[in-house]
């Protein structure tokens, strides 16, 4: 393994390195499949309001389908840009705060969420994090958008994402898991995956590419990424002129040890 693919993604600047991306992060990155959200909640005891913190959560889109289900949710990110492009919604607080120290009370939340974010986490220090603030066998649920190899447009683009960020470390170890195999603060660990589908106009498919952290902004190599793309987006195109971005969505859960 060559030695840029052994850097640990949290040394490469996660809090500030989506500041000029925020704009194109709030309106081209992906949902996730309602599914998701439903194994995430499902079991969580409903006598009293459910309070979730959501850790990394950037522009709020993971807050947001969480509060839509009536839980109350803390979002914790460090990133300014991100907090100040998100949408509102009356159940979602953003607050400053990294994923190591979130500055959230001990033993205060049922739920910690992280979606499409733990891999820039340093993750000893934030799963104590987690830990610390959850409640008693309260649960943990991290997330990713995986896109789906099998999908030929979804794989293309993959490669020109690739090419273009001359093969990031992060292209590579987007989904992180073995962490959260070895944590001795979290037991009873279980997957579950999710198909979902992103529907993206020519616009979309390149702001889609231009929410990744890792690309250029400018240049001669951005130059090429966008016109790849819009080769991608004329051979993939259907008549009403979308293109359909496949995922294949992980979610990854587990509780506190007591």
Known sequence: MSETHTI???TLNPVNRFSDRAEDYVKYRPGYPSTAIDIIL???NTMSPIIVADIGAG????????????????????NAAMREA??????????DGTAESTQIPDKSVDLVTCFQAFHWFNPEPTLLEFHRILKPAGRLAVV???????????????????????NHPAESRMQSVEPLLTTPHFVNFREYMFVYRQEL????LIGRAKSVSYLPSEGLVYDRLIAGLQDL?????????????TYRTSVHLSEAVN
Not at 86 to 95: D, I, S, Y
Not at 150 to 162: F, G, K, Q, W
């Open 8 to 10: 640990p993604l949290y």
């Open 201 to 204: 106009d020519l616009t979309g």
């Open 86 to 95: 998100a949408q509102p919604h009356p159940l979602v607080e953003f607050c």
């Open 59 to 78: 522009t709020g889109i993971s807050s947001r389908l969480l509060a839509e289900r009536g839980v109350n949710v803390i979002a914790i990110e460090p």
């Open 233 to 245: 987006y004329q051979q993939f195109r259907d008549e009403t002129g979308f293109v359909y971005m």
């Open 42 to 44: 499902e079991g969580l």
């Open 144 to 166: 990713w958008n995986n896109r789906d190899k099998e999908d030929a447009l979804t794989a293309e683009y993959s490669r020109l994402v690739r090419e273009a960020s001359n």
